[in-house]
C-alpha cells in the first residue's frame, strides 16, 4: 500500500506547485477590454455615456458599423492617435499597448450598440412598495411635503405613478462594493437629478452628466439621489459597471 500511496502524494505536491503559476497566465490571457481600459489611460479622456469634448464610446459605437474594416482602422487610430473625425481634438499615441489588446478594446466599444446592452439599459417600471422591506428607500414630496414613503429592490423606474411633473424624488441606498478597482455609475434622468455618495456630489444635476468613474475600496456606501421629473413619462435609472463586469447593469 505504501510504495502506492507515495508516488501519488509527489504528484499533487508537484500539480500544487505549479497550480499558482498556471493560474496567474489564466488571468493574463482573459483580462477583459474594459480591464486594460481601466488600466490604461482611455476613461481619462473618455466616458462611456456622457461627451466629454471628445466623443463617449457609446457615441462611437452608434457611428460605426461593427465590421473587420471598422475594427482594423479603429485599432489602428487608438495606437497612433490622431484626430479629424470628432472635432478639432486629438487622440494621443498608445505605443505601449499591445496590438491584440487594442484590438479587443475597439471590439468591446463597438459592442456598446448591440441589441443585448442597449435593452439591458431600457428603463422599466419598477414596483415601489409601501412598506420599507426593500433595499433602496424612496421618499416623494410635493412643495416639500412628504407625500409618498417606501422602498424598491432596483431603481429603474419609467413612467412609474410616482413620477408626476414636479414631485421631488429622493432615492438612498448603499453600495456594496466587493472588489476593489474603478466602478462606474450612470445615472439615467430625463428630468432633473443628481447623485451624492457619503454626502458629496459626484452627479450633477447638469443634463450632460450622467455618468462617473469612482475608485473604491471593498465596503458599503451610502448614496442619495434626488430628482425631479418633468412629465409623466419621465425616465429615473441608476446603472453600476462594477469592477470585474464588462457592461452595464441595473443597480440591485
Ligand atoms: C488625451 C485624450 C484621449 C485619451 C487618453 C484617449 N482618447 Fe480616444 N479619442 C480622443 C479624441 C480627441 C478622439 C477624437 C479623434 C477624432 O476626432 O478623430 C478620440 C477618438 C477615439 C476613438 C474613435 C476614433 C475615430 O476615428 O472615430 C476610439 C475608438 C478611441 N478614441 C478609443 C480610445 C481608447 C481605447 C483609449 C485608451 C487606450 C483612448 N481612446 C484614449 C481622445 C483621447
Given at each position: ?14 500539480s500544487?506547485c505549479s497550480q499558482p503559476q498556471k493560474k496567474l497566465q489564466k488571468k493574463r490571457t482573459t483580462k ?68 491584440k ?152
Amino acid at each position: 500500500m505504501k510504495h502506492i500511496l507515495y508516488p501519488l502524494i509527489v504528484i499533487c505536491i508537484i500539480s500544487s506547485c505549479s497550480q499558482p503559476q498556471k493560474k496567474l497566465q489564466k488571468k493574463r490571457t482573459t483580462k477583459s477590454a474594459i480591464t486594460v481600459m481601466r488600466s490604461n489611460d482611455c476613461f481619462g479622456c473618455h466616458s462611456i455615456e456622457d461627451y466629454t469634448g471628445v466623443p463617449s464610446y457609446r457615441m462611437i459605437a452608434e457611428r460605426y458599423e461593427n465590421d473587420y474594416q471598422t475594427i482594423s482602422d479603429l485599432t489602428e487610430k487608438v495606437l497612433q492617435g490622431g484626430g479629424g473625425k470628432w472635432g478639432n481634438a486629438q487622440m494621443i499615441k498608445h505605443p505601449l499597448l499591445k496590438p491584440k489588446d487594442a484590438r479587443n478594446i475597439v471590439k468591446w466599444v463597438l459592442s456598446l450598440d448591440a441589441d443585448s446592452v442597449t435593452s439591458a439599459l431600457k428603463p422599466q417600471n419598477t414596483t415601489v412598495y409601501e412598506d420599507t422591506l426593500h433595499p433602496y428607500i424612496i421618499d416623494i414630496f410635493e412643495n416639500d411635503q412628504k407625500i409618498f414613503s417606501g422602498s424598491m429592490d432596483e431603481i429603474n423606474l419609467a413612467g412609474n405613478e410616482h413620477i408626476k411633473p414636479n414631485h421631488r424624488i429622493i432615492i438612498r441606498g448603499t453600495i456594496s462594493v466587493t472588489q476593489r478597482g474603478k466602478h462606474f455609475f450612470y445615472l439615467r434622468k430625463s428630468g432633473t437629478g443628481k447623485m451624492n455618495k457619503g454626502g458629496s456630489m459626484v452627479i450633477s444635476d447638469r443634463p450632460d452628466d450622467n455618468e462617473i468613474m469612482l475608485e473604491l475600496d471593498p465596503g458599503k456606501y451610502p448614496f442619495e439621489i434626488e430628482y425631479t421629473a418633468k412629465s409623466d413619462s419621465d425616465t429615473l435609472s441608476l446603472f453600476w459597471l462594477p469592477e470585474g463586469k464588462d457592461y452595464y447593469e441595473v443597480m440591485r
